[in-house]
């Protein structure tokens, strides 16, 4: 009776373990997406799978390929989409880039900004060599700028010397202020081709 029993609770967890009822997934994650969508995610999946828990490390881009290559976790959200040895990506989402400016900035009567428009603003831009960056680049790099871009490290810092009506930035949608900041605003630029991950966000599994 005990082995049968204790065959029986084996099989149970087996059987658990299958159906994702029991276990734990190791998740990377961007910050942006950490942010604005994995909170509604994890709520759905703790009420789909009980058993089951999620660990979320979420941590920059390039910190989160070097642990996802070291095998330290099950999954992955990245911008990049190059694909590492014995890695797994899939298209998760489009993430366009906007201008955030101050409320008072002529820009809030527009529904998109028009990039040339840029020519006169003062940038705040990730500094060079940031993935973002490279992103931005892209949109920017045709512009005769009047005045160099200040460039800082964290997009806290980016957001709240637009606020503080230092200038503008670019950055993308799920990384922009939330609506309920009334003193900034965020609208698309005209540049639709410029979007984080090459037109994708990614998923990468190991």
């Not at 900035?105 to 428009?117: D, G, I, N, Q």
């Not at 930035?169 to 309920?180: D, G, N, R, V, Y």
Request: aromatic share 4%.
């Amino acid at each position: 009776r005990r082995v049968r029993a204790e065959n029986e609770g084996l099989m149970g967890r087996g059987t658990e373990w299958a159906m994702s009822q029991r276990g734990t997934l190791r998740l990377l994650s961007i910050l942006s997406v950490a942010q604005r969508l994995l909170p509604g995610v994890m709520r759905e999946f703790a009420r789909v799978h009980e058993g089951a828990s999620i660990e979320v490390f979420d941590v920059p881009d390039p910190l989160l390929r070097q642990r996802l290559s070291r095998r330290e976790a099950d999954l992955g959200f990245i911008s990049e989409t190059n694909i590492g040895p014995g890695e797994v990506v899939l298209p998760f989402l489009r993430d366009p880039f906007h201008c955030v400016f101050p409320a008072e900035h002529p820009f809030a009567r527009r529904a998109k900004v028009p990039t040339r428009l840029l020519t006169n603003e003062q940038l705040i831009l990730p500094r060079r060599g940031t993935v973002l960056r490279s992103y931005i680049d892209g949109a920017i790099s045709g512009l005769n700028l009047k005045r160099p871009p200040v460039e800082v490290e964290h997009l806290a810092t980016l957001n709240g010397m637009v606020e503080s009506g230092v200038g503008v930035c670019l950055i993308p949608a799920l990384s922009c202020p939330p609506a309920a900041l009334k003193s900034v605003l965020a609208r698309p630029i005209d540049t639709p081709n410029v979007a984080r991950g090459g037109g994708a966000g990614s998923v990468s599994g190991v």
